[in-house]
C-alpha cells in the first residue's frame, strides 16, 4: 500500500498539466482500492462550490461542467465538516443531491476524504460502487492518507501549470502567497542560486530550442563519462576488477542505445533536456523498482544515481550561461548570507526564499539590507523560477509571475509612493528623536548583514546598538585570523568616534550555520549555539575578544555583548575570558587596558528571572525580540507551517517585556531592544511606553521610526499600551495600535 501511496503522488507531482494529473489519479486510485468509480472535486472559493474535475466512473461529459455548492450535497457535506464520510446508500442520505448529469444512479456506497492543505479544503475526494456496503477500515485510511500527502502537492498545481512554458496558455498573471519577510515592492528577474541536484526540484518544462537542449545534454553526458573514468582509474587500485564494472555499466547506460535515445526522443518531442532526463530516469527506475528479483529492484538506486550526476552537470551548465540580471530577485531554497555576497548589491532588489519564516535568518538579512522579501513561498520548484519577471510586494507577502502590463504599471506606481514616502521620512533624518512631550530616545543601527560595513551619516544615529560579527565567519571558508577580524573592526569602531558600537560575540548555529564547522541537531535553535559554541571553543573566543580589542585602541568605543546567556555561569565564565585576552593583548602592546563594557543579551527566557544578579555582573543588556519571542511562544520561527503563530505582539511577550521593562528601569542597568520589534512603528511605540528609550534598528528603518517618535506623545502611548497588554490575540494589539494611528492621521503615511 505505501508504495501505490508514493507512486500515486509522485504521478501527480511529475504531470505538468493539471487536468492530466488529475485524470491519472483518479485511474490510479480505482486500481489501486479495486472499486469501480473514483473521482475529484476541487474547491473554488470564488463561486463557493466544489467542481468536477476528474472521473473514473461518473460520466466524462460532467467534467468541467457539474459543480456542487459549498453547503450541498454529500460533497459539500464532506466540505462542511473536514472529515471523511462513508456510506451504505449514499442515495438513501438526506444530504444526497441527485445529479442526472454525473449518472451516478448504479453507484450505492460512497466514501467521501477531504483534501485540507494548511487548515484549507482544497477539495474531495470520492470513491463509489455498486453494491451496498461500507467501505473497509483499510480502504477509508488509503484515501485519508493519499488525501493528505496529496494536499500540498495540489495547493500551487494550477500556478506550478501557468508557471510552465508550454503546458498552456498564460492568460493572466500568477500569483504566489507567502510570508511578507521585508518591507517593500520591486520588480526584476528571478535569478536561482544553488539549485538542487535531485529530481524532485525539478518540475516538467517544454522547450522551443530541441537543438539547444540537445547540445546541453550531450555536454552533461561527456563531463559525466569522464568524470567515471577518472573515479574507475583512481579506484582501480583499491577495488577487484568485477567491483569496477559498475562504471562500464554507467557508461554504457549513457550511450545513444540505452538511455540515452530514449533521452534524444522526449527532447525531440518538446521537453527540455532537465525534464527529458528526469521523465526517462524515473521511468526505469520504476520498472527495476517493480521488479520481484532484490539484485534487480536494487538497480533502480543506480539508474537515479547516474541521472542525477547528469543532472548536475546540465543544472551546472545553466547557471553559468545564465547571465546576472539588471535587477536580481534572489531566489533560493533558504537565503544565507554566502549567497547575498554572490550578488552585487545594487544589482538586488528583492529576496525569495523557499522556506524560512517572518524572522529566519534570511529575512532579518532583507530587511538589514532594505530590500523587499518573501519567505516560505511554495508552489514552484526551485529550477522552476530561473528567469520568470516577477514582481514581489513584501507588505503582503504576494509574488506575481510574468505581469501584466496593466499590474506592471500599477506596482510602478506603488514603487514611486514608497520613494516619495522615504523622501519624507528623510527630511527628518538630522533631527532629534524627541517626542511630542519633550522625552529623547536614543536610536542606533543593526550592522554586519552586508558584504561591507553599513557606515550611514554619523549624525544621524546614536551609534550602533547590534554588531553581528558572524558575517566574516559565515562567507568564509576557515575561521578569520585575528588579524583579519582586527581590520573589519576597526573599520566599525571608527566610523562612529564618540559614539558606542556594541559589538556581539560570535552567534553561529540555529539557522547561521558555518560551511567548515558542520554542527547537526535534531533542535539547532535549542542546541549548541552563540555563546554555548564559543566557551566550548575558548580558542575561538579568546581570538575575537583579542581583535576586538586591538581594534579599539584608537577609539575606545567598543562594547561586548554575549548571545544566548541562558545562566549565571556562562557570564562569569564569558568574563573571566575577557580579562585574559585584555591581559594577553595589554602585555603583547605594553599598555594597561581598561576593560570595555561588557553587556547580555536577553532573549532566552531563564535570564529573565536572574536580572537582579545579573545586573551586580554586567554594564548593560540588550533585548533580542526575535528568539525571546520564539523561546516564550515555542515557535522555531524558520518553520513555515507554524509561521502565524509567531509573533511579538503575541501579548504573552508584550507582558513579558514591560515586566523586564520595569524591572530594568528599577535595577538602574543601561537597555536597549535590538530585535526586530524595535524597527516596526507599532513595536517601538509599544514600547517606548513600556519605558525603553534605546532602539536598535536596521538602517533602512531608522528614518520612519525617528520620524514617527517626533509625533507622539508617551501619555498617549501609554493608553494604548494598557489596551495591548489586555488583549487577547496579536490581532487585536495591531487594530488597536492602527487604530491609535488612524485617529492621529499617521496610518497612511506608514505603509509596512
Not at 509 to 536: C, H, S, V
Not at 660 to 689: D, F, I, K, R, Y
Not at 694 to 723: C, G, H, P, T, Y
Request: hydrophobic share 45%.
Amino acid at each position: 500500500m505505501l508504495s501505490q501511496l508514493r507512486r500515486i503522488v509522485q504521478d501527480v507531482a511529475q504531470e505538468p498539466v493539471l487536468s492530466q494529473a488529475l485524470s491519472g489519479l483518479v485511474t490510479n486510485i480505482k486500481l489501486a482500492l479495486n472499486t469501480e468509480c473514483c473521482s475529484v472535486y476541487l474547491a473554488d472559493y470564488d463561486q463557493h462550490h466544489f467542481m468536477l474535475m476528474a472521473t473514473d466512473g461518473l460520466n466524462p461529459e460532467a467534467v468541467g461542467k457539474i459543480a456542487i455548492g459549498f453547503s450541498e450535497g454529500l460533497i459539500g457535506w464532506v466540505g462542511q465538516r473536514e472529515e471523511p464520510i462513508n456510506l451504505a446508500a449514499a442515495h438513501q442520505h438526506p444530504r444526497f443531491k441527485v445529479t442526472p448529469e454525473v449518472s451516478e444512479d448504479r453507484f450505492s456506497a460512497f466514501l467521501g476524504c477531504p483534501i485540507i492543505h494548511h487548515r484549507k479544503v482544497l477539495g474531495v475526494l470520492t470513491i463509489q460502487q455498486g453494491t451496498e456496503r461500507v467501505f473497509s477500515e483499510d480502504e477509508e485510511s488509503f484515501l485519508v492518507t493519499l488525501g493528505a500527502q496529496l494536499a500540498s502537492v495540489l495547493a500551487n498545481a494550477e500556478l506550478r501549470e501557468a508557471a510552465s512554458p508550454g503546458t498552456g496558455s498564460k492568460s493572466r498573471s500568477s500569483q504566489l502567497n507567502g510570508l511578507p519577510g521585508a518591507p517593500g515592492i520591486a520588480i526584476g528577474e528571478a535569478y536561482v542560486l544553488q539549485p538542487a541536484s535531485d529530481f524532485n526540484a525539478v518540475s516538467l518544462q517544454r522547450s522551443e530550442e530541441p537543438d539547444k537542449e540537445l547540445s546541453r545534454f550531450y555536454r552533461a553526458v561527456r563531463i559525466t563519462k569522464a568524470e567515471f573514468k577518472r573515479l574507475s582509474e583512481r579506484m582501480a587500485e583499491h577495488l577487484p576488477v568485477d567491483a569496477l564494472a559498475i562504471f562500464d555499466v554507467y557508461q554504457q547506460l549513457l550511450d545513444a542505445a540505452s538511455l540515452g535515445q530514449e533521452i534524444e526522443q522526449q527532447i525531440a518531442d518538446g521537453w527540455c533536456a532537465k525534464s527529458a532526463l528526469k521523465r526517462v530516469v524515473e521511468k526505469f527506475a520504476r520498472q527495476f523498482e517493480d521488479m520481484e528479483d532484490a539484485y534487480f529492484k536494487e538497480r533502480a538506486t543506480d539508474i537515479r544515481d547516474l541521472g542525477e550526476r547528469v543532472l548536475i552537470h546540465l543544472l551546472d551548465t545553466e547557471q553559468r550561461h545564465h547571465k546576472l540580471p539588471d535587477k536580481v530577485v534572489l531566489v533560493a531554497e533558504n537565503v544565507t548570507a554566502s549567497m547575498l555576497a554572490e550578488v552585487p548589491r545594487q544589482q538586488l532588489v528583492a529576496i525569495v526564499s523557499l522556506r524560512g519564516s517572518v524572522n529566519s535568518h534570511a529575512a532579518i538579512m532583507a530587511r538589514a539590507l532594505g530590500v523587499p522579501a518573501v519567505m516560505g513561498v511554495e508552489g514552484l520548484s526551485l529550477m522552476q523560477w530561473q528567469g520568470q519577471r516577477v514582481i514581489v510586494d513584501g507588505y503582503q507577502g504576494h509574488i506575481l509571475l510574468d505581469p501584466a502590463e496593466a499590474i506592471y504599471a500599477e506596482y510602478q506606481q506603488l514603487i514611486s509612493e514608497d520613494a516619495e514616502l522615504s523622501a519624507h521620512y528623510q527630511a527628518e533624518v538630522t533631527l532629534p528623536a524627541e517626542s511630542v512631550c519633550g522625552h529623547r530616545f536614543a536610536l542606533m543601527i543593526n550592522a554586519g548583514l552586508a558584504v561591507d560595513p553599513e557606515q550611514i551619516n554619523n549624525e544621524i544615529c546614536d551609534g550602533v546598538g547590534l554588531y553581528r560579527t558572524e558575517f566574516p565567519f559565515i562567507i568564509r571558508n576557515q575561521f578569520p585570523t585575528e588579524q583579519e577580524q582586527v581590520i573589519l573592526y576597526r573599520d566599525m569602531l571608527s566610523a562612529y568616534p564618540g559614539k558606542p558600537v556594541i559589538m556581539r560575540t560570535l552567534d553561529v548555529g540555529g539557522d547561521k550555520p558555518l560551511p567548515y564547522f558542520a554542527i547537526n541537531e535534531e533542535n539547532p535553535f535549542l542546541g549548541w549555539r552563540g555563546i554555548r559554541l564559543t566557551l566550548d571553543h575558548p580558542e575561538i573566543f579568546l581570538v575575537q575578544i583579542r581583535a576586538m580589542l586591538k581594534a579599539d585602541i584608537s577609539s575606545n568605543n567598543l562594547h561586548i555583548l554575549l548571545p544566548m546567556i541562558s545562566e549565571l555561569s556562562e557570564v562569569d565564565e564569558s568574563l573571566r575570558l575577557i580579562k585574559q585576552a585584555c591581559f594577553e593583548v595589554g602585555d603583547e602592546l605594553g599598555l594597561e587596558l581598561v576593560r570595555p563594557k561588557v553587556g547580555v543579551m536577553v532573549e532566552v527566557p531563564s535570564i529573565m528571572y536572574q536580572l537582579n544578579e545579573l545586573a551586580s555582573k554586567i554594564d548593560f543588556c540588550s533585548i533580542g525580540t526575535n528568539d525571546l519571542t520564539q523561546y516564550l511562544l515555542a515557535v522555531d520561527r524558520n518553520n513555515a507551517r507554524v509561521a502565524s503563530l509567531y509573533d511579538a505582539m503575541h501579548p504573552a511577550v508584550l507582558r513579558a517585556l514591560n515586566q523586564m521593562g520595569q524591572q530594568l528601569q528599577a535595577l538602574q542597568l543601561p537597555t536597549s531592544v535590538c530585535g526586530e520589534l524595535a524597527g516596526e512603528p507599532a513595536g517601538v511605540l509599544l514600547l517606548a511606553a513600556m519605558g525603553y528609550d534605546s532602539f536598535s534598528m536596521n538602517s533602512s528603518q531608522l528614518a520612519k521610526i525617528k520620524w514617527l517618535l517626533r509625533r507622539v506623545s508617551l501619555q498617549e502611548l501609554q493608553l494604548v499600551l494598557n489596551d495591548a497588554l489586555n488583549s487577547e490575540s496579536p490581532k487585536i494589539v495591531r487594530r488597536k495600535v492602527h487604530g491609535f494611528l488612524e485617529q492621529k492621521n499617521l496610518a497612511s503615511q506608514l505603509r509596512s
